[in-house]
């Protein structure tokens, strides 16, 4: 977790002066402040911002608003989840959530928005791979990884 995290936080880097726009809750609620070795409120934002920032670049439409996900859960298995509601593995967030956690096995960082009240469901994920060693990000796709996240 502490490998994956560390990826995370570098990742982060590029693309935290330009999500300045994006509104963050005041506080979250959950475990990912809480636990031993919990995580910052900063650190946080940065993590959803940098979500929302790439639902800009690849036009995802989503009736998510960022500064409502305010319940966060840290998990070894998933990595962290944001939410409006308090976490429920059985129905994640009524089916709005961010999820920021490792593509796989793979060098990358997998940045998941799902949005359920979007009635075409072709439009109601978006899932970007991002490549921290070598700064490139893509849709999650097959090709992307084995091209990018080695």
Same mark, same amino acid.
């Given at each position: 977790?502490?490998?994956?995290?560390?990826?995370?936080?570098?990742?982060?880097?590029? !693309?935290?002066?330009?999500?300045?726009?994006?509104?963050?809750?005041?506080?979250? %609620?959950?475990? !990912?402040?809480?636990?031993?070795?919990?995580?910052? #409120? =900063?650190?946080? =934002? /940065?993590?959803? #911002?940098?979500?929302?920032?790439?639902?800009?670049?690849?036009?995802?439409?989503?009736?998510?608003?960022? =500064?409502?996900? $305010?319940?966060?859960?840290?998990?070894?298995?998933?990595?962290?989840?944001?939410?409006? $509601?308090?976490?429920?593995?059985?129905?994640?967030?009524?089916?709005?959530?961010?999820?920021?956690?490792?593509?796989?096995?793979?060098? !990358?960082?997998?940045?998941? $928005? %799902?949005?359920?009240?979007?009635?075409? /469901?072709?439009?109601?994920?978006?899932?970007? =791979?991002?490549?921290?060693?070598?700064?490139?990000?893509?849709?999650? /796709?097959?090709?992307?990884?084995?091209?990018? !996240?080695?």
């Amino acid at each position: 977790m502490k490998k994956l995290i560390g990826i995370v936080v570098l990742g982060l880097l590029w !693309c935290n002066l330009s999500v300045a726009e994006i509104n963050v809750p005041n506080k979250y %609620l959950g475990n !990912c402040g809480i636990t031993k070795g919990g995580l910052s #409120k =900063d650190l946080l =934002d /940065t993590y959803l #911002k940098s979500a929302f920032k790439f639902a800009d670049i690849y036009n995802f439409n989503t009736n998510i608003k960022s =500064d409502e996900l $305010i319940y966060c859960n840290l998990s070894d298995r998933i990595g962290i989840t944001f939410t409006t $509601i308090p976490y429920n593995s059985n129905n994640i967030g009524n089916g709005q959530y961010v999820s920021i956690g490792r593509a796989g096995s793979s060098s !990358c960082i997998m940045y998941m $928005i %799902l949005d359920t009240s979007i009635s075409n /469901t072709n439009d109601q994920m978006l899932m970007v =791979d991002y490549n921290v060693q070598s700064n490139k990000f893509g849709l999650s /796709t097959s090709n992307f990884r084995n091209e990018n !996240c080695y």
